[in-house]
C-alpha cells in the first residue's frame, strides 16, 4: 500500500451532502462545494458520495470535465483501488438478459439495412442508453412523421439511360465528399459505445464523409480531431453558451484545430422532454420518488443535465457577432420555415439544416424534408437557389431518403442514429457496413432511377402530391392516448346458462 | 341507545313501493310519495327501501337535495346506526384486483403528462365511475376525433428569437389567468373522488386558473363557491331549466355569489346516450332484465336520470331573457358551426365555446377545433373578431393543443375530463401536478415555436391543410361494427392428413 | 300403421340417381326426372335421396316450391314417418358450441343500438346461415365501405333550435311513415328464424313503415302478404324472370294484393359470387371435393342456386313494358351511376335507390351514400329534384346515417342485414327493439342537430369534404392477399449462443 | 458396375478450389476452372466440389447451361451413381414441419380466387423458393401498392345493359386472346415446380392466352418453345446482354422460333437486392459467416448471381439497332413516367409495359396502374393512344383488376407471381384453375359494370380521385422501422404493494 495514495475508507468516510468526496478513475474529488452548481443536480452525486463513481460518470462527462470545472485544489489525488470496497450489485434479470443476447447476437453480415443495426441495437443496448437515443419529443409524432414522410414522396424513374457508371461524388461547403450524407452530430457517444465517438471519425474517414462534433460529445473534442487523418473534414456543432467567451473560445479553438463548417444549433433554446427517456429512469426499485422532495433532476434524463448553459436569448442579432469571430462556413442547425430560411439568406449565413432535432424538441414540428419540399421552390422563385446550401436530417435510413432530399434540392443530409445504433452493436465494422450499405444502395437506386450524376436528379423524378395534407394518414396507431382507450364492447353474453 | 333515534328495525319495515323508508347519512326519510317523481327512476330507490343508501346516494347529490327536494315533512329523523343491519357484499373479484392495484399503484412522480393520469385512472377507479366519465355518444367517433383532429395540425416554429423570458398569462372574460385554460365543468365530481369539485376549486386556486362550475356537480354550489380563496375566479355553467324562475334564481344567486361569467350549455337539448356507460350497470349478475318491466332507469346510467330538467325548446329568442337577469358575461357553450357563431355576434353575447361536449352527445359532430379553423377566418372576414372571445374544449391533452387553438384565434382551452382523472387518481397533488405539467410543457413549447407572449400566437405558425378532409384517416380501427366482423379466411387446410 | 301411407323402407329404395325420391314435410316426392332442371344441382337433392330433406329444403324453398314446379303425378303422397329411420347425426362440437351459447344469450335489453344484434347473431346463428346473411363480393371492400362511408361525413348542427317537439313522420311514394327508413328485401328469411319474413312483416306494422317484399324470400308471397295488418304498406322486389310472363304474374298478383310500389333489381344481371359464403360450405369432412367430379353447385351457395332464372338481357328497353302491366309506382333499385339516375327520371319512372346490393355484388363499387352525395346536385342543377325519389341503402346502422341520407336528399333510407340478425338472434322482440331504438336514436338526433321536422334537413348540415378521395384511406387491414403477406423481418439471434 | 464410368470416389478426390468436379444429373464437369466466372460465385460450387450437386443446380440453370457455358473438354463422362456417397441430411423440422402440411393441403376447390393460391403456396413451398418468388425491394412499399393502388380504383358501373352476352377477347400485338391478360416472364419456374415454365405455356394454351417466355427460365427457351401448340402465342422477355452479339443471337432465334413479341427489360440496368430472399439465405447454422471472407454472392440470392451480364448501358440509343435485327413488334417492359412513353412513341416502338418489375427493383417507385392514370390523358391529349400499345402490371389479382386497367385505357395486363403459386401449389390443374377463375370473373363483372365488350370499357365507368396524393394512407403498419419502435407506455404499476 503506498504512502501517497488514498484509502477506500478515508474517501468513505466523507459520504454527506456536508462533505462530498467522489472517486472516479482512481483518483478522488471533494465535490461538496460544487453539488449545488452540478447541472445534473445534486441527488445523483450523492448517491456516490463517498464511492467510486466512475462507471455512471464516464459516459456522461468527457474526460477533461473535472480539469476542466473542478477547481485544482479539489483534486485530492490518487486512491489505491484495492482498499475501495466493491460494492455487490444485486441481480439483475433484464440486465443478464440483455447479457445471454448479446451471445446469441446476429452476424454483421445479416444486417443488410441501417434498419436492422437500430433492431440489433434495442436488443443488445442497456436500457437507459438505449432510451436516451431512440426517445423523442412528447407522443413523439414528429419522431416517426420524419422517416414516414419519406414514404409520401415517389419515385418517377427514367430508364434507358446508360448508367453504367455512376458518379456519387459531391460538394458540402466545399469539401468534396464520396456520397451526400454527413455524420450529423449526436451526444453522449459512450453511452452506446466505450470509445465514443471517435469511433464515427475513423468510420468517416474510411468512407470519406464528413462528421459534425457535437458539443455534447462524451468524449473530449481534441480527442475526436486527434483521432482525425489525413485530409479528413469535420465540422462543429455547437450549443451557444450564456458566457458568450466560452463560446468563442470553442469556436476559435475548433477553427484553429481544422474545423471546416460551425453549425449552431437554433432548434433548441430549451433542451426537449423525452418521457420514454424519462420513465427509464424509474427502473430503481427503491426510489422513494413520492416522499415530497423534488427529484426533478434525476427524471429528465442526462441530456436535461448537462444543457442548463445553453443561452434561450440566442436570436438574429447575433449572427454578425458570429461572422466576427470565424471565418468557417455559418450553418444555422434546425430551421424549420419557409421565412427562417429567406431571413438566413439575408442574414447571410452560408447554410441552413432543415430539421426537427430528430424528433426529439417540438411534438407535431413538420419533417425537414417536407419543409424541404416548400423551401426549394420559394429560393428558385427568388432565384436564391445557390445564395446558401440546404441540408436536412431526420428519419433517413435509406439511400432513395438521400435521393428524394437532393431531388428536391438539398445539398446533402445528416444521419445520426443508425450510425449510434451500428457503433453500439456493432463498434467500427456496424458503422463501416452501415455506410457501405448505403454506398451499395445509393449506386444501385441511382441507376434504377436514370441518374448518373448527382446533378442528374431533379424534382421531375419525384411525386410529392402526397405531402400536402398526409399528416392524418400517418396518424400512428399506438399514441398512448388511445392506448388507454377501451375499445367499445359487443354486449356481454352470461358466463352460466340461465336456469 | 337513544330514546330519540329511530331504529333500523323500523325503518327496515317500510321496504316496499308502499311505504318507502330510506337512510342517508344516518337519518330517515320517507320518499314513498317522491318515488314517481325521481328522476332517476323508482327502481334504484326501491332497491335500499328500508336500507342505508348513504354509499349509491353520495357521488350522485349534492347534499343539499332532500333538503331541497324533499318536503319536511318526509324528513323522519335521525337513525341509531348501530341498529341497521350490515348487508354482507358479496365477494367481488373485479373490486378486489381494482384494491389490489391501487396498492400498485405508480408513484404521482412517474405521471409525466396528462395521458398518463388516464391510464393510471382507468386502473384504480371504479368501473362504474370510470364508465361514466370516459364514455361517449354512439362508437365514440368524436370523442376520439377530438383528441386526433389535434395531430392534424402541424407546427412551422420560428427559430433565433430571443426566449429568455416566457409569458403565458392572458385575459379571460376581463380576468387575468396565468395560462390560457380553464377548468371546464364537468359532473359528478364525486364519482371519482369523496371531496368532489371542490379538489378542482384548490388546484384551480394554485395556478391562478378559472374554474367553470358545473350545474351536476355533486358538490353544491354553494360549497364550491364557499372553497374559494382571494380573487380566484369562477364562471358558472347552466343547464337552462324548463321552469325559468328556477333558472333565474341560480343565476341570480350565482353571479351574487361572485361569478365572473354565465356559461349556457347549448349543445345538450337532451343529453347524450353513452353506451359504454350504460352497458356498464349491466354487471349486476341477478338482474332480471328481461322480465318484460321498463328497466330504462337504470340502464341510462346518472348523467340521463338528472337531466330530466333540462329545456330542449331553449331558443335564441331566451338570450334577450337572459341578459336581462344578470350582467355577467354571456357565453354559448357548445357552439358547432360558423353560421351560430355569427348569429351569436349578432345576438350579442359575449362570447362562445366551439364543443361538442366531449364527444358525448351527437357522434360524427365534428370537434371544436376543426370548427375553430373555420370559424376564425369568417370572423376576421367582417372585422368580428374581437366582438367575442371564442374558447375551445373537447380533446386538449398537450401544451402543444393549448398553442394550436391560440394560434387559429382562440382566447382560451377547456380541459374537462384530464383533471376528473387526475383527481381520481392522486386527488389534489394529481390535479396540481397535472396542471404544472402543462405550464411547463407550455412554456417549453413556447419557447421551441420562437413565441414569447400569447399575442405572439398567430395562424403563420401552423400548417393546417391535413384539417380539411382528413376524417376518414383517422377512422379508427375498432369501431364495434368492424370488430362483429368475420375477417377474410384463407383455404382451410385439413386437420388430418389425407389417407 | 295406415295402409294409405308409404313406408320409410320403400321410399329408401328410390336412393340414386335412376329412381331419386324424397320427403317433405312427411310426403314423398318422385324427383328423378326434376334432377337435371335443379338450380341448385342434382348432388345436393341425391345426397337425400330416399330420406327426409325437409330440414335442409325448408329454409331455402318457399312452401308453394312443390305445387308450382313438380308436376302432381310426382307428388306420391304421405309417408308414414314413424317407419322413417332416423338418420343419427355425428356429433358436432361446433354446433355444440353454437347451443351453449345460446344458453348465455345476452338478454335483448343489453342491445343498444343495431350493431349489437349482428354481434350477437354472430355468436348464436348457424354458421352457413350466417356465412349468407353476412357475406359480401370478392374481397369484400365495397360490403365493409357501405358502413365506413358515412364516417366520411361529419355534421355541422346547429344549436339554440326550439327542439321540444320532433317531427320525424315522412311520406315515401305517396305512403305516410313514421320514420324514413322501410325494410328492404333480403333473401331466405327462415335460415335466421323459422318463420322468416312474416316475423319482419309484424315489426313493420308496429312501427309504421314499410316492408319490401323479396323475390327470394323463404315465405311465399302470399304468405307475406297474409300477414299484413290494416293499412300496412307493402312493396314489391323484382327479380326479372328470362320468361316475361311468370314477370307479368308476380307483378299485377302483387299488385292486385296491394302492393304499392314495384322495386325492380338493376344490379344484378348475375348474382354475386361470395367466397365466404362458398367457403362456409367446406366444412363437411367426408366431401371428396377433389375428385375430378363437378361441384361447382354445392360450392356456391344458396343464392346462386335460385337464381338461374333472372335475366341478363334486361335493358332500358324493357321499362315501358312494365309501366303497361301496372300502375304501381316504379322504383329501380340499385343505380349506381349519376348518368344513370338522369337517364331513369328521362325515363319516367318514379324512383331510383342507389345501392350495390348490399356490397354482395361487385366488388369495389362505390357506397350508396356516395353516389348520391354526387347524384343529389346533378338533379337540383336540372331542377329534376322532384322528378323522383331516390333511396339508398347499404351499410345503415345508426339514425345518424339516415340523418346523412336525408340531408343530403334521400327519401328514405332501406335497412336489410340488421333487422335479419336481430330477428334471427331474438325472434320478433329483436326486431321490434332494433326498430325502436332507431327512433329513440333518430329523436334524439334530430334535436342535436337541430332540426324538428325531415323538412329541416339539409346539405348545409353536412361536411362532406372527405367523401371526395377518400377510399384509399378506407382500406381494411384484413385483405386476405396481406394476411398472406410476410412481415418484414429484422436479423434473427442466433437460438444458441456462439461457441 | 461399367468400365466406362467414373466412380464417386474418383470425383470425391476433386474437392478443393485447385480441382474441382461436380456431378450433374449422373455426369461429372471439372469446373477448375469455371469458378471465377461463375455468375454466383464460387462458394456455392465448393460447397459441393467432388459431389452431387444437381440438386442445388436444377431449378437455377436450365439443362442446356453446361452445354453452353462450359467447354466440352471439362465434361467428364458418366458416373456409376451407385458409387457416390449419399450425403445423410439432418433432421430438419421445419422442412419435416411443411411435408406434413403438403398432407394437409386444401383441395384445389377450396381455391375461389387467386389470393388463395398464395396463401397456400406459402404454406407448402420450400421456404427458399417461397422467399425468391414472394420477395420485393427494400421495405416492400412498391411491392404491396402495387396490389393496394387498385384498390384505391371505384366503378361507377351501368345498369340495365342487356349483358346476356359477354365477349372477353381481345387483340395484343396482333394476336387474339381470349381473355386481357398474359403470363407475365418470371425466372427460375422450377424453384416452384420441378418442370418449371412448361407447366405454364400447357395452361396458356388451355385458356388461349399469350404467354411471355423469360429470358431467366429454368426451362431452356427452346423446351418453352417446344412445349407450345397449335397457333399458341408466344413472346420473349429480355435481358439485353453486355456482348450484343449474343442478344442478337437470342433474338433472332426466337423470332425463328415463332415468338410474336419482343418485350425488352428496361427497368433492370442492375438487379434489385431483395433483403427478405437474402435472410432466407442464412438459415445455414454451420455457415461461417462472419470469418471476414467475402459472402457478398451466396448472400445475394439466385437473381443477383445470373445477372451480371446484364448491360447497365442499354439506352435509347439501342433501340434502332432493335429495329434492324428483328421484324417482332417491340416493346419497352418497365417503363414509369409520362415523359418515358412519350420518348418510346417518338422512338417508334410498339408499346410499353408500365412496371415497376413486380416491386422488385426500386422501392417506392409508383405501381404500373398509377402511372397508367398518367399516361393516358397526356397520350390522347397528343392523339397518339394508338400509336402504341401499353400493358401494364404488377399486382393483378383480380378481374376487377384487370377491368380497372382497361377502362384507363390499357391494352392489358400481366400476371406473374399469382400463377407461379397456383402451380407451386397445385401444378397444371392449379393454373388452370387460377386462369378459370379469372375467366369467370371477368365474365360476371362486365355484366354487373353493365359492358359487353372490352370497347366498352371507358374511363367514365371509374372514380379515380383517391390515386393522386393517396400514398401516406397505404403506408403499411409492418415496416421494419416501425417494428423496433418501442411503443409508448403508461407509468408502470410496481410489482409488488408499497409497504
Known amino acids: 500500500m503506498s504512502q501517497d495514495k488514498l484509502t477506500g475508507a478515508a474517501v468513505a468516510q466523507h459520504n454527506s451532502r456536508d462533505s462530498c468526496w467522489v472517486i472516479v478513475h482512481g483518483k478522488a474529488y471533494d465535490v461538496t462545494e460544487f453539488l449545488p452548481e452540478h447541472p445534473g443536480g445534486q441527488k445523483i452525486i450523492l448517491k456516490y458520495a463517498g464511492k467510486d463513481a466512475t462507471e455512471e460518470f464516464d459516459p456522461?462527462?468527457?474526460?477533461?470535465?473535472?480539469?476542466?470545472?473542478?477547481?485544482?485544489?479539489?483534486?485530492?489525488?490518487?486512491?489505491?483501488?484495492?482498499?475501495?470496497?466493491?460494492?455487490?450489485?444485486?441481480?439483475?434479470?433484464?440486465?443478464?438478459?440483455?447479457?445471454?443476447?448479446?451471445?446469441?447476437?446476429?452476424?454483421?453480415?445479416?444486417?443488410?439495412?441501417?434498419?436492422?443495426?437500430?433492431?440489433?441495437?434495442?436488443?443488445?443496448?442497456?436500457?437507459?442508453?438505449?432510451?436516451?437515443?431512440?426517445?423523442?419529443?412528447?407522443?413523439?409524432?414528429?419522431?416517426?412523421e420524419n422517416h414516414?414522410?419519406?414514404?409520401?414522396?415517389?419515385?418517377?424513374?427514367?430508364?434507358?439511360?446508360?448508367?453504367?457508371?455512376?458518379?456519387?461524388?459531391?460538394?458540402?461547403?466545399?469539401?468534396?465528399?464520396?456520397?451526400?450524407?454527413?455524420?450529423?452530430?449526436?451526444?453522449?457517444?459512450?453511452?452506446?459505445?466505450?470509445e465514443g465517438e471517435v469511433v464515427l471519425t475513423k468510420a468517416?474517414?474510411?468512407?470519406?464523409?464528413?462528421?459534425?462534433?457535437?458539443?455534447?460529445?462524451?468524449?473530449?473534442?481534441?480527442?475526436?480531431?486527434?483521432?482525425?487523418?489525413?485530409?479528413?473534414?469535420?465540422?462543429?456543432?455547437?450549443?451557444?453558451?450564456?458566457?458568450?467567451?466560452?463560446?468563442?473560445?470553442?469556436?476559435?479553438?475548433?477553427?484553429?484545430?481544422?474545423?471546416?463548417?460551425?453549425?449552431i444549433t437554433v432548434d433548441a433554446p430549451q433542451l426537449g422532454r423525452r418521457e420514454k427517456d424519462m420513465r427509464s429512469k424509474f427502473s430503481d426499485p427503491g426510489s422513494n420518488v413520492q416522499n415530497g422532495e423534488s427529484e426533478v433532476d434525476r427524471s429528465q434524463g442526462a441530456a436535461r443535465a448537462i444543457s442548463s448553459f445553453i443561452d434561450p436569448a440566442l436570436s438574429w442579432k447575433d449572427i454578425p457577432w458570429f461572422r466576427s469571430i470565424t471565418r468557417m462556413p455559418i450553418v444555422l442547425k434546425g430551421v424549420q420555415s419557409v421565412e427562417d430560411v429567406l431571413r438566413a439568406v439575408e442574414a447571410g449565413v452560408d447554410g441552413v439544416v432543415l430539421s426537427n432535432h430528430g424528433g426529439r424538441?417540438?411534438?407535431?414540428?413538420?419533417?425537414?424534408?417536407?419543409?424541404?419540399?416548400?423551401?426549394?421552390?420559394?429560393?428558385r422563385e427568388r432565384g436564391w437557389e445557390k445564395r446558401l446550401e440546404v441540408f436536412v436530417d431526420g428519419g433517413v435510413r435509406r439511400a432513395t431518403d438521400i435521393l428524394k432530399a437532393l431531388c428536391l434540392g438539398a445539398t446533402g443530409v445528416g444521419i445520426g442514429r443508425?450510425?449510434?445504433?451500428?457503433?453500439?452493436?456493432?463498434?467500427?465494422?456496424?458503422?463501416?457496413?452501415?455506410?457501405?450499405?448505403?454506398?451499395?444502395?445509393?449506386?444501385?437506386?441511382?441507376?434504377?432511377i436514370g441518374a448518373t450524376r448527382i446533378d442528374d436528379l431533379s424534382p421531375s423524378l419525384l411525386d410529392t402530391r402526397s405531402l400536402s395534407g398526409g399528416h392524418a394518414g400517418s396518424l400512428p396507431v399506438d399514441t398512448l392516448g388511445l392506448g388507454a382507450y377501451d375499445p367499445l364492447e359487443a354486449p356481454r353474453f352470461n358466463e352460466k346458462p340461465k336456469l
Open 204 to 263: 468517416a474517414k474510411q468512407h470519406q464523409v464528413v462528421q459534425m462534433i457535437p458539443t455534447l460529445a462524451s468524449c473530449s473534442f481534441d480527442e475526436i480531431v486527434d483521432a482525425r487523418q489525413g485530409d479528413q473534414v469535420q465540422w462543429l456543432q455547437l450549443y451557444v453558451n450564456k458566457d458568450r467567451e466560452i463560446t468563442r473560445r470553442i469556436v476559435q479553438h475548433a477553427e484553429k484545430r481544422g474545423c471546416k463548417g460551425l453549425f
Open 361 to 379: 424538441q417540438l411534438d407535431t414540428a413538420r419533417s425537414g424534408i417536407e419543409v424541404l419540399a416548400e423551401v426549394m421552390p420559394a429560393l
Open 148 to 194: 414516414a414522410a419519406f414514404h409520401k414522396i415517389w419515385f418517377r424513374p427514367r430508364v434507358l439511360v446508360d448508367v453504367e457508371n455512376v458518379d456519387m461524388t459531391t460538394t458540402m461547403l466545399g469539401s468534396k465528399v464520396s456520397i451526400p450524407f454527413y455524420v450529423t452530430a449526436t451526444a453522449l457517444g459512450k453511452l452506446g459505445h466505450p
Open 418 to 448: 443508425p450510425f449510434l445504433y451500428a457503433m453500439s452493436a456493432y463498434g467500427l465494422d456496424g458503422v463501416d457496413r452501415a455506410m457501405q450499405l448505403l454506398k451499395d444502395e445509393m449506386e444501385m437506386n441511382m441507376r434504377l
Open 60 to 144: 456522461i462527462h468527457p474526460p477533461d470535465t473535472l480539469d476542466k470545472y473542478l477547481n485544482q485544489s479539489k483534486h485530492l489525488g490518487e486512491v489505491d483501488m484495492t482498499t475501495v470496497e466493491q460494492e455487490e450489485k444485486a441481480f439483475d434479470p433484464e440486465e443478464a438478459a440483455r447479457l445471454e443476447r448479446i451471445q446469441r447476437m446476429p452476424p454483421l453480415a445479416a444486417c443488410y439495412n441501417l434498419l436492422d443495426f437500430e433492431a440489433v441495437a434495442r436488443q443488445v443496448m442497456k436500457n437507459t442508453a438505449w432510451a436516451y437515443y431512440s426517445s423523442g419529443a412528447d407522443d413523439e409524432l414528429t419522431m416517426r
